[in-house]
Nanobody
Framework: QVQLVESGGGLVQPGGSLSLSCAASGSIFSFYTMGWYRQAPGKQREVVATITRGGVKKYADSLKGRFTTSRDNVKNWVYLQMNSLKPEDTAVYYC???????????????WGQGTQVTVSS
């Protein structure tokens, strides 16, 4: 069983900053790529940022320069720093992780429950 628990969402004014955290836990052999997706009302879920266990990061093109992701491989946490936030960043943000629960087992995808980020004045 794998649990991903996000924290740090909330209401912020345009131009402001917000930090999200995600704590991954459970009976895990190893975590691999982790990251963040978001889903705005009436839209499909989209990737925000991912980071490999080795620290290779990828971002949605529209978010480069404003959002930064990082992770702690010892604590199994992943973070998202969001700067210069815009109303169109309003969405539910989901933590994502790929993991094996046992050596040699399949790599499966796991999701957090989501945290609301609202950018509004």
């Amino acid at each position: 069983q794998v649990q991903l628990v996000e924290s740090g969402g909330g209401l912020v004014q345009p131009g402001g900053s917000l930090s999200l955290s995600c704590a991954a836990s459970g009976s895990i052999f190893s975590f691999y790529t982790m990251g963040w997706y978001r889903q705005a009302p009436g839209k499909q879920r989209e990737v925000v940022a991912t980071i490999t266990r080795g620290g290779v990061k990828k971002y949605a093109d529209s978010l480069k320069g404003r959002f930064t992701t990082s992770r702690d491989n010892v604590k199994n946490w992943v973070y998202l720093q969001m700067n210069s936030l815009k109303p169109e960043d309003t969405a539910v943000y989901y933590c994502y992780a790929e993991a094996r629960t046992k050596a040699g087992g399949p790599v499966s995808q796991y999701w957090g429950q989501g945290t609301q980020v609202t950018v509004s004045s």
